[in-house]
């Protein structure tokens, strides 16, 4: 199957600072990838849709300014954290939409940030 | 907006049971996905569903898309200790449309 990295897996900063999370598709040209965050014990809750090559869809009440997505290539976005808050502390995780496999996202296995 | 809701909540079963649960939606869904995540993971995908009253299996997973499109159903049998883990259901109507995530199901499996 599709394989979806993310890097890093887990990062502590400091409160203002800003953390650049990736994600890759390893094995697959990946057009859609789209990033969501999941507090503990709660599901995962989309943030932003990122299509290559154009400007990433947030959803309501994600602020973009905050949250810089860039997808620069069809194997890579970023997501950006900017003047991290420790109210940002979250497990971030990316997925990523095969080209043939329009019905399937990929995951990746998450990035833990933890905001002091 | 859509909202899935995933029952039960939590589950503690033996090793060897049987385990059923199950995902509503308020609207219908063309497309319904099992995934299960381990702590500290990213889901992984268990099944896909794609046609109302389809029956798939993955190993000891057996998942149902509901004949009104509003449900959808996962079965496993024979636990083993790895089976534990969070199970989310999600859907989908168009694939243009975003992936609603249920609240999932927490499972546990006592040796």
């Known amino acids: 199957g599709a394989v979806v990295s993310q890097h890093p897996s887990w990062v502590i900063c400091k409160s203002g600072t800003s953390v650049k999370i990736e994600c890759r598709s390893l094995?697959?040209?990946?057009?859609?990838m789209f990033w969501y965050r999941q507090f503990p014990k709660q599901s995962l809750m989309l943030m932003a849709t990122s299509n290559e090559g154009s400007k990433a869809t947030y959803e309501q009440g994600v602020e973009k300014d905050k949250f810089l997505i860039n997808h620069a290539s069809l194997t890579l976005s970023t997501l950006t954290v900017t003047s991290a808050h420790p109210e940002d502390s979250s497990f971030y995780i990316c997925s990523a939409r095969a080209p043939r496999e329009l019905d399937t996202q990929y995951f990746g296995p998450g990035t833990r940030l933890t905001v002091l | 907006g859509q909202q899935l809701n995933q029952s039960p909540q939590s589950m503690f079963i033996q090793e060897g049971e049987d385990v059923s649960m199950n995902c509503t939606s308020s609207s219908i869904f063309n497309t319904w996905l099992w995934y299960k995540q381990d702590p500290g993971e990213g889901p992984v995908l268990l099944i896909a569903?794609?046609?109302?009253?389809e029956l798939t299996s993955n190993g000891r997973l057996t998942a149902q898309f509901g004949i009104t499109r509003k449900d959808s159903f996962l079965n496993i049998s024979a636990s083993i200790p790895s089976d534990v883990g969070i199970y989310f259901c999600a859907g989908y109507k168009t694939s243009y449309d975003k992936v609603i995530f249920g609240p999932g199901t927490s499972l546990s499996v006592i040796p």
């Open positions: 094995d697959f040209q990946a057009t859609t």
């Open positions: 569903l794609y046609k109302a009253g």
